[in-house]
């Protein structure tokens, strides 16, 4: 009896030791360094830390919700990946034909698989401003994709519009989170899969086929242009050239040949008997070398001796004329 009464004397002190304990416990939390923290004090919001050690008010009084704030988040569209990165980051399996199947401006069907990344930049506005800010993003991303899509025709979504459509995209969302005050930051909204439904699906893939096939063959002939026009232009650039230094040396010729005409000239002016006199023996000395082995007689002679080879190809006879021209 003297036992029990002792035990239950001490049963305040160990209660009171525990409640000691556990606060003490509870009044210190960590923040990775990727992460912010939100406190909140009875529920309300109180204040945001940093990485790093903290500590908070034990009990129960404050409690703290860690936001990966650095960390790029990403939500997926009409399919999924192993290890979400947060809760929404994909939808059931059996809503994604859901998701994906979209109409496009030109009442065409089409399935699109996109994936938007972001990051939480304001963790107070995501966490209470809207309800449930994770499942508010994927739907906003639901519709405008939906709306950019349905701007285009199924063309230019499956084939030349896939960056115009991102960037639309990435635009919009980022002005819609701004505006319900998500409190999140759009880094890329990016289309994985873009095709049209199965039973169309190899139609549409003999019509890309079709379409690449044209695009190589623009760009085969766009390089055999690129290659012969710069031959040709060479070429030209070549002929004008020679006809430039051909041109060059005509005129530098007969510049030459007028210079040497006038110094003659101006000799023939000063004494014109020599000068002619002069040119004659130029010429005759620069003809008569040409003639080979020559034999001048006199005109009027008609007997010569019989020992001279006169019938020699070899050595023609030449009569020279009875009055030979003065030079």
């Given at each position: 009896?003297?036992?029990?009464?002792?035990?239950?004397?001490?049963v305040?002190?160990v209660?009171?030791?525990?409640f000691?304990?556990?606060?003490?416990?509870?009044?210190?939390?960590?923040?990775?360094?990727?992460?912010?923290a939100?406190?909140?004090?009875?529920?309300a919001?109180?204040r945001?830390?940093?990485p790093?050690l903290?500590?908070?008010?034990?009990?129960g009084i404050?409690?703290?919700?860690?936001?990966?704030v650095?960390?790029?988040?990403k939500?997926?569209?009409g399919?999924?990946?192993?290890?979400?990165t947060?809760?929404?980051?994909?939808?059931?399996?059996?809503?994604?034909?859901l998701?994906?199947r979209?109409?496009t401006?030109?009442?065409?069907?089409?399935?699109v698989?996109?994936?938007?990344?972001?990051r939480?930049?304001?963790?107070k506005?995501?966490?209470?401003?809207v309800?449930d800010?994770e499942?508010t993003?994927?739907?906003?991303?639901?519709?405008?994709m939906?709306?950019?899509?349905?701007?285009?025709?199924v063309?230019?979504?499956i084939?030349?519009?896939?960056?115009?459509?991102?960037?639309?995209a990435?635009k919009?969302?980022?002005?819609?989170?701004?505006?319900?005050?998500?409190?999140?930051t759009?880094?890329?909204?990016?289309?994985?899969?873009?095709?049209?439904?199965?039973?169309?699906q190899?139609?549409?893939?003999e019509?890309?086929?079709?379409?690449?096939?044209?695009e190589r063959?623009i760009?085969?002939?766009?390089?055999e242009?690129?290659?012969?026009?710069?031959?040709a232009r060479?070429?030209?650039?070549?002929?004008?050239?020679?006809?430039?230094?051909?041109?060059?040396?005509?005129?530098n010729?007969?510049?030459?040949?007028?210079?040497?005409?006038r110094?003659?000239?101006?000799?023939?002016?000063?004494?014109?008997?020599?000068?002619?006199?002069?040119l004659?023996?130029?010429?005759?000395?620069?003809?008569?070398?040409?003639?080979g082995?020559?034999?001048v007689?006199?005109?009027g002679?008609?007997?010569?001796?019989?020992?001279?080879p006169l019938?020699?190809?070899?050595?023609?006879?030449?009569?020279?004329?009875?009055?030979?021209?003065?030079?």
């Open positions: 009896m003297l036992r029990l009464g002792y035990w239950l004397a001490r305040p002190v209660v009171v030791a525990l000691l304990v556990f606060g003490l416990f509870s009044a210190y939390y960590t923040v990775p360094a990727d992460s912010e939100v406190v909140l004090r009875f529920g919001y109180h945001t830390v940093t790093g903290r500590f908070k008010l034990p009990w404050e409690s703290v919700r860690k936001l990966p650095k960390r790029q988040l939500a997926e569209f399919f999924g990946t192993y290890g979400a947060f809760s929404h980051q994909y939808s059931n399996e059996e809503e994604w034909p998701e994906k979209m109409v401006g030109d009442l065409n069907v089409v399935l698989e996109w994936v938007v990344q972001f939480i930049s304001d963790p506005a995501f966490l209470f401003h309800r800010p499942l993003l994927r739907d906003v991303s639901e519709a405008v939906r709306q950019v899509v349905g701007d285009r025709t063309d230019e979504v084939t030349v519009g896939r960056q115009e459509i991102e960037f639309e990435l919009g969302l980022q002005e819609l989170s701004n505006l319900y005050e998500l409190g999140i759009i880094d890329q909204v990016q289309l994985k899969d873009v095709n049209p439904p199965e039973p169309v190899a139609s549409f893939n019509v890309n086929q079709a379409q690449q096939e044209r063959a760009n085969m002939a766009k390089g242009f690129n290659k012969a026009i710069p031959q060479g070429a030209a650039d070549q002929k004008i050239r020679e006809a430039e230094g051909y041109s060059t040396k005509r005129v010729e007969a510049e030459g040949d007028a210079a040497r005409f110094s003659v000239l101006e000799q023939y002016v000063k004494a014109p008997e020599v000068t002619r006199q002069r004659y023996l130029e010429a005759i000395q620069e003809v008569l070398p040409r003639l082995k020559r034999v007689i006199d005109a002679l008609n007997q010569l001796l019989p020992f001279l019938g020699d190809d070899s050595m023609p006879a030449v009569r020279r004329p009875a009055n030979p021209p003065t030079p």
